[in-house]
């Protein structure tokens, strides 16, 4: 079975770094194209950033330069590093596999950045 | 700003058909498949329609999806009061490289 479990949000202040875990089970994060997605207080669903199989990676102009995505394959673990936070970064971040679709996501962490 | 357009509201009634549009461009619904979900508060967004048309396993056949063109639309049949979500569609972005998302369409029933 495919799963999918975030950790590591909380409330940061503005200016400050926090690093996101999606620990995947039933699958490889190496085969796929995994992705973060977040989810602002009363906004939609905001794509944030890929990584692909290869190893390539790409991001939303609002994250760009900020926010790091990676993976760990022998922790089968995907990783998002979000450096310099706004507090336009609040949000609900949920890692999710594409296999021409979200086909599965996690249940999201909360992160608040706030003074 | 969403890259794919979605109207921000639709309603029905109980047992009625309902339908929410999608739009985009050339780099993104015109060139790759269309994806639909539907999101609840507090949980993550379920997939209900993948490759335009495909509904994956587990997903009523109420819920229908199509495209034609940079466009497409999700269809839901004989609405019911627990189909009051928000829906979202998505689709591959050639040009950003990324999955590109509509800004959602809160239905009401």
């Known amino acids: 079975e495919v799963q999918l479990v975030e950790s590591g949000g909380g409330l940061i202040q503005p200016g400050g770094s926090l690093r996101l875990s999606c620990a995947a089970s039933?699958?490889?994060?190496?085969?796929?194209?995994m992705n973060w997605v977040r989810q602002a207080p009363g906004k939609g669903l905001e794509w944030v950033s890929i990584?692909?199989?290869?190893?390539?990676?790409y991001y939303a102009d609002s994250v760009k330069g900020r926010f790091a995505i990676s993976r760990d394959n022998s922790k089968n673990t995907l990783y998002l590093q979000m450096n310099s936070l706004r507090a336009e970064d609040t949000a609900v971040y949920y890692c999710?596999?594409?296999?021409?679709?979200?086909?599965?996501w996690g249940q999201g962490t909360l992160v608040t950045v706030s003074s | 700003q969403s890259v794919l357009t979605q109207p921000p509201s639709a309603s029905g009634t109980p047992g009625q058909r309902v339908t929410i549009s999608c739009s985009g461009s050339?780099?993104?619904?015109?060139?790759?498949?269309v994806s639909w979900y539907q999101h609840l508060p507090g949980t993550a967004p379920k997939l209900l329609i993948y490759s335009n048309d495909q509904r994956p396993s587990g997903v009523p056949d109420r819920f229908s999806g199509s495209k034609s063109g940079t466009s497409a639309s999700l269809a839901i049949s004989g609405l019911q009061s627990e189909d009051e979500a928000d829906y979202y569609c998505a689709a591959w972005d050639g040009s950003l490289s990324g999955p590109v998302f509509g800004g959602g369409s809160k239905l009401t029933v």
């Open positions: 999710a596999r594409w296999l021409q679709a979200f086909d599965y």
């Open positions: 990584i692909y199989s290869g190893g390539r990676t």
């Open positions: 039933g699958f490889s994060v190496s085969s796929d194209y």
């Open positions: 050339s780099s993104n619904i015109g060139s790759n498949a």
